[in-house]
Every structure is written in structure tokens, then in C-alpha cells.
């Protein structure tokens, strides 16, 4: 995640949570309100109210493999790191193959000194583009 936001950012943030909260207790399954949320609650540093709406997402949508990705990324946030390998190793099986987001995703920072990070990597590699 970036660092985080301050002044009107931060404000600004905060109103559009509650707009997709105020969203989501007429409509809970509204994948789009859920994609914002659960990175605005990161943004905000909420951060396991980010991971569980990450959750509720792939309970939602168990076949993208993005979600699949962010939910890995949330994971190893929160120093999760078994659940985040799973989830990583979940999201390749669904599709996931973009490489260079994996290289240089800042969230996946905790997983990187770990043989499966690079044998995540090995395996993106070979995939035909």
C-alpha cells in the first residue's frame, strides 16, 4: 500500500467509506462498493477490516483470480504468510500471470525472502505472454 494519505485525501477517504458502507447495508454483495472498500480501509489503516472485506470478496467471486491476488497481497499485510502463499498459489491456478506487478508490489515485501516467492516468480516466468 502507499503511504498514507493525510488532509483532504484522508477526508475524502473517509466519505467515500461510508458511502460504500451506507451501500452495502442495502446491497452486501456488491462486488463494486467491496473492491473500493477493501482498499480505502487499507488506505486508512483499518487494515483487518480491509482483509475481511478482501475475504468476503473471494467468497463472492471464487473464480477471480485479481481478487484472489489482493486477498494474498492483504494477507501478507498482516503478516499472514502461509495463507498468503496459499492465496498467491490460488490466484496463478485462477490466471493471475502479470509478473512485473508481483516484482514490484510493495505488499508482497514480507514474502520475498521465502523459496515460494521465487518459485511463484519461476512459474510466471514461463508462462507464454
Not at 21 to 48: C, M, N, Q, W
Not at 91 to 112: I, K, Q, V, Y
Request: charged share 35%.
Amino acid at each position: 500500500m502507499a503511504d498514507a494519505p493525510s488532509g483532504l485525501d484522508l477526508a475524502g477517504l473517509r466519505f467515500q467509506i461510508g458511502i460504500c458502507e451506507e451501500i452495502l447495508r442495502h446491497a452486501p454483495a456488491d462486488t463494486e462498493a467491496l473492491r473500493f472498500l477493501a482498499h480505502a480501509y487499507f488506505s486508512v489503516g483499518r487494515k483487518e477490516e480491509g482483509l475481511a472485506t478482501d475475504r468476503r470478496l473471494a467468497e463472492l467471486l471464487p473464480r477471480d483470480a485479481r481478487v484472489r491476488y489482493n486477498l494474498a497481497c492483504s494477507c501478507a499485510l498482516l503478516g499472514g504468510k502461509e495463507e498468503a502463499f496459499q492465496r498467491l498459489r490460488e490466484a496463478c491456478e485462477l490466471g493471475f500471470d502479470d509478473l512485473n506487478l508481483l516484482r514490484r508490489d510493495r505488499d508482497l515485501d514480507s514474502l520475498r525472502d521465502d523459496a515460494r516467492f521465487r518459485e511463484i516468480e519461476r512459474l510466471l516466468a514461463k508462462r507464454p505472454k
